[in-house]
Each structure stands twice: as structure tokens, then as C-alpha cells.
């Protein structure tokens, strides 16, 4: 067996990314079974000693060490007597959700009178009930408050609904959600027929801000703005959009990308990909376990590992077709266990989705954002409200004929995931001479 071979995961960031995720994890595992936790980080150890020595191993347990920590502090949290709370969302007159130092709460005794995206400073009593998975610390049985004057942050959350609402006397609820959902990731009033529609045809996260949405925002601010203006905007673009780990990713990536063209470094997607990682575990330690942030590093490993070999297999394709299919299937290699482990089903759709529809999708983020900046100017909010319209008149009509030969949604158990699971894994270490 021969060592040198394994280098495409050489970079230590890698490796520290990984210690990151597992330390969330192992510190989840260990709250409900000690054993179980030890089991994981001493498995993980024990495989980095085998085949990285001493030093490495050594050096990978203080960034655990350091991640874990890091855990330890997060959710030992207890907030003061008197406390300012974020509001994230709300639930009825009674019960809410808000974040405190980052720290997701339980809030209880809110009024209607309370918006998301509020500051709040709020005393009550806290009671610690830790829900790891969730990023919840406790309760917070709120006793008196009041909102504080709007912050750059709440002032987004309101202009994200007036806009909403300002597009939807014009348009209707109907397009005004699809816009308000691709754009800037509004999708509390999105439609049930265009979620389903877009989950049969593989292109669900078209309705999320992603980090293609990030990338194509960002380039076309370059080309108008330059560089520099541009980071600004687009950093002013991630909080607007209420900050997905997705977005967030996207964004790291992007500025290491651009801060690598200034010290004259070499770019690796896979470094800034586990920098931008690390960085937003050690924010927020339950991101782990959302759906969004997992998909979203897969994808993108997924399209860093497999996208140029694909691109290269396709050579027949013309160029823009053979692009778009080995970035969607290079995206899926990884995400195929995830999704089929959340929802049994998979959609064989997203081919065909990603290549027809997907291009239309992402004039409309261009248009729709563009409504941001134009609010105030009616000639030019209206023209791209015009072209809004018309991009969703032909997003439906070809959704519709798509949906009505297309394939069903595939249910499948989700052992099929664990085995596939399998699969990929002895496939990798046979490649890599492993035997």
C-alpha cells in the first residue's frame, strides 16, 4: 500500500473540518450515551494515527480539543436577568422562538404586537432544557420587554415583507412568493403547487438561497461594481436574505477566493470549502445537523471532486448542456444518501430540471433582485416587474409540460442509503489502492 498516493485530502483544513463536525457530534452523542461518544472520537483518532502518525494525530486532538470546548461554552450558556432576543419565529400569541447571543430560546408570554426579526430587551425567568440538534439552550418565560428601535438586521426582515407585499398588490401572492423565495429567500407565503412542482422536477433548491444564487448575484455585481464594492454588497445581500449557512458558505468562499488573487496564492475549493466550515460550526455548533447546511457542503464537495472528471466524460455534449448535466449529477453523488435519508424519495427529474428550467429561475433572481434597488423608482420598478411576470408565465407553463411526462417521485427505504453509503466508501479506498 503505498501512503503518497493519498493526497487530495492532504490540506490540514480538511482534517480540522473534520474534527469540527465530529466534535459536535461526539458532544451530542455523549449527552445521551457516553459510551457511544467515546466510541466515535476514539474511532476517529485511532483512523487518523493509523494513517497520519503521531504528530498529526497530535495536532488534530488540540483542534478538537478547542471545537469541543467550543461546544462546552455554547450550550452552558445562561442568560442574564435582563437579555437581548432576536426574534426568529413565532408561532402564535403565546409562543416564540429567538436567539440570545446566538443561543436559540424558547420564548414564552410574547404579544402580537412582536414581528421576526424584532430586538427585544426582554427580563424574565430561563429554565436550561438543551436540545443539541436544535441549537436550543432553554425557556425564556418572558416577564417584561420592550422592542428595541429597529437595527440593520430588523430593518432587513421588515423591507423583505413590504417588498413582498408591494410586489404582491401588483402581481398577486402567487408570483409574489415565487420572487420574493428565488430572490432573497422570503418563502413563509411560497405556494404548495410550486414547491411540489419543483421537488418533482429535482430543482427544490432553487427555492432556497443558495450558494449559485450567492455566485451569480455576486458576479454581476463585480462586472458593474469591482471587486471591493462588490464583497460589501453581496456581504449586505447574505444578511438581507436572513443568513443561511448556505449563503454564508458561498460567501466565505468567495472572499477567500478573491483575498487569495490579492497575497498572489493558489485557490483550493477544497481548503476554502472546510474554512468556511469551521467558521460557521464554530458560530453556531448545531448548524451540523440543518438540512440546509448538509446539503450544501455536500453538493459542493460533490461538484469539487467529480464535476471537471464528468465534464471531461461528456465531451460529446455541447459545452453549455455538457456543464449544467455534470455539475447536477456531480452534486448529487453526495446528497442522494442525505435525501433519501430525510424524505425516501428521490426525484429522477433533476437533469432535465436543472438544464430547462433552472436558466429561467435565474434571470428571475436577477429581475427579482433588482426590485431592491428600484423599489423607489417606479419606471424602473415596474419594467422589472414586467419581466418577473413573464419569467414566471413561462417557468409555469414549462413546469407544467415537464411535470406531465416526467417521472414520478422513486420511494425507496432508507437502508438503500446506508448501502450506498457503502459503496462509495469501498469504492474510494479500492481507487485508492487500500487492499
Known amino acids: 500500500m503505498n501512503i503518497n498516493k493519498y493526497k487530495d485530502l492532504s490540506n490540514p483544513l480538511v482534517y480540522i473540518f473534520i474534527t469540527f463536525i465530529l466534535s459536535s457530534i461526539s458532544y451530542e452523542a455523549y449527552s445521551k450515551n457516553k459510551l457511544m461518544g467515546v466510541f466515535y472520537v476514539c474511532s476517529f483518532f485511532a483512523f487518523i494515527l493509523y494513517f497520519k502518525g503521531i504528530k498529526i494525530t497530535i495536532l488534530i486532538f488540540l483542534f478538537f480539543v478547542v471545537a469541543l470546548n467550543n461546544n462546552i461554552w455554547f450550550y452552558s450558556y445562561i442568560p442574564k436577568d435582563i437579555e437581548a432576543i432576536r426574534i426568529t419565529n413565532i408561532s402564535n400569541y403565546y409562543y416564540a422562538k429567538g436567539e440570545i447571543n446566538g443561543r436559540i430560546v424558547n420564548l414564552y408570554n410574547i404579544n402580537q404586537e412582536i414581528n421576526v426579526g424584532d430586538k427585544l430587551i426582554a427580563r424574565g425567568e430561563f429554565s436550561k432544557d438543551i436540545n443539541i440538534v436544535k441549537g436550543i439552550v432553554g425557556d425564556y418565560k418572558i416577564e417584561e420587554y420592550y422592542i428595541e428601535k429597529d437595527d440593520i438586521i430588523s430593518k432587513f426582515y421588515k423591507r423583505r415583507e413590504e417588498l413582498f407585499n408591494k ?252 448501502f450506498y453509503v457503502g459503496i462509495l466508501v469501498t469504492y474510494y479506498f479500492y481507487r485508492k489502492c487500500y487492499y
Open 167 to 418: 410586489i404582491s398588490e401588483k402581481l398577486g401572492r402567487r408570483k409574489a412568493a415565487l420572487i420574493t423565495s428565488v430572490s432573497f429567500g422570503y418563502k413563509s407565503e411560497l405556494d404548495e403547487d410550486h414547491k411540489s412542482l419543483m421537488k418533482n422536477l429535482g430543482i427544490s433548491h432553487a427555492i432556497s438561497i443558495s450558494g449559485l444564487h450567492l455566485a451569480l448575484v455576486y458576479s454581476i455585481l463585480k462586472r458593474i461594481f469591482g471587486v471591493k464594492l462588490s464583497l460589501v454588497i453581496a456581504f449586505a445581500y447574505v444578511l438581507f436574505t436572513g443568513a443561511p449557512a448556505s449563503a454564508v458558505r458561498a460567501y466565505i468562499m468567495i472572499l477567500i477566493l478573491n483575498l487569495g488573487m490579492v497575497v498572489k496564492r493558489n485557490y483550493s475549493p477544497l481548503a476554502a470549502l472546510s474554512l468556511a466550515g469551521i467558521i460557521i460550526i464554530l458560530i453556531k455548533p448545531y448548524d451540523i445537523y440543518n438540512l440546509g447546511f448538509i446539503l450544501s457542503f455536500l453538493a459542493t464537495l460533490g461538484i469539487i471532486l467529480f464535476s471537471k472528471k464528468l465534464n471531461k466524460k461528456l465531451y460529446r455534449l455541447p459545452n453549455l448542456f455538457r456543464s449544467t448535466i455534470a455539475i447536477s449529477i456531480s452534486a448529487q453523488i453526495l446528497t442522494f444518501p442525505i435525501i433519501l435519508l430525510y424524505f425516501n424519495e428521490i426525484s429522477l427529474n433533476f437533469i432535465i430540471g436543472n438544464i430547462i428550467v433552472v436558466p429561467f429561475i435565474n434571470i428571475l433572481v436577477v429581475f427579482g433582485n433588482c426590485l431592491v434597488f428600484f423599489e423607489y423608482i417606479p419606471i424602473l420598478f415596474n419594467f422589472s416587474l414586467y419581466i418577473c411576470h413573464y419569467i414566471i408565465k413561462y417557468i409555469d407553463v414549462i413546469m407544467y409540460k415537464l411535470d406531465s411526462f416526467s417521472f414520478g417521485l422513486v420511494y425507496l427505504h432508507y437502508t438503500i442509503a446506508y
